[in-house]
């Protein structure tokens, strides 16, 4: 990747916006690019797991593994977001892996200790990175504590709203969605059964308020769902 790529990946993302155009380009010496394709998997070593990422482009899920070895999906990383060592503490990450749902992706990463002397230098941008790091973790905390008051239809209504608001593309009153998850993994995520997951949708279909198929997910009116 040249280093103008580089640069113009960094320069129109909000998170840097407070840098002048030669403290971005000063940016690019310490950034690693990574591109991968759909299904691809991203592996956090040892070396790795101290390290912040940048999803630049595309969507990817990060998935735990317990010692039984069964895989949960932490979280579905969309496109501008952080992940990975996020208290720039150096800390392992609670997952193992990422895999690319979309057809590709572009990452950018950062050391941490060359992140934490980037913020210790430019305060303006530590004050950027503390509120886009807040959103992300005020969207994990209300997953979780969805969880534990909604049941499975209500958890299901929460991730698509959610992800309307994110990625939705609105025509009048529908939202389309591009879909890249099955609904197994939906239902990894809402920690429901798959079988739940597909009921709901099957009932919503057959209401006529919801159009599903593995490419897209078209959402006729998005209030009704309940």
Not at 114 to 141: H, M, Q, W
Not at 163 to 179: F, H, P, S, T, Y
């Amino acid at each position: 990747m040249s280093e103008d790529v580089k640069f113009w990946h960094l320069r129109n993302h909000q998170l840097f916006w407070v840098l002048n155009n030669s403290q971005v380009r000063q940016l690019c010496i310490i950034t690693n690019f990574k591109r991968a394709k759909k299904g691809e998997m991203i592996n956090f070593g040892e070396k790795e797991s101290s390290r912040i990422y940048l999803l630049k482009k595309g969507n990817l899920k990060l998935v735990q593994v317990d010692e039984q070895g069964n895989e949960f999906i932490v979280d579905i990383i969309q496109q501008g977001e952080l992940f990975g060592s996020l208290n720039v503490e150096g800390d392992d990450s609670s997952y193992e892996y990422a895999q690319v749902l979309t057809d590709r992706v572009v990452l950018c990463s950062f050391g941490v200790s060359d992140f934490e002397r980037l913020l210790s230098e430019n305060p303006t941008l530590a004050i950027s990175y503390t509120k886009l790091v807040g959103f992300r973790l005020k969207r994990v905390k209300n997953s979780y504590s969805n969880l534990f008051f909604k049941s499975a239809k209500e958890r299901l209504i929460a991730f698509l709203k959610d992800w309307a608001n994110r990625e939705g593309k609105i025509n009048e009153n529908q939202v389309c969605l591009d879909n890249f998850l099955t609904q197994k993994e939906i239902s990894q995520i809402i920690c429901s059964s798959r079988q739940t997951t597909t009921q709901l949708f099957n009932d919503w279909e057959q209401q006529g308020l919801i159009s599903y198929s593995r490419k897209e997910i078209r959402i006729n009116n998005l209030k009704a769902l309940g």
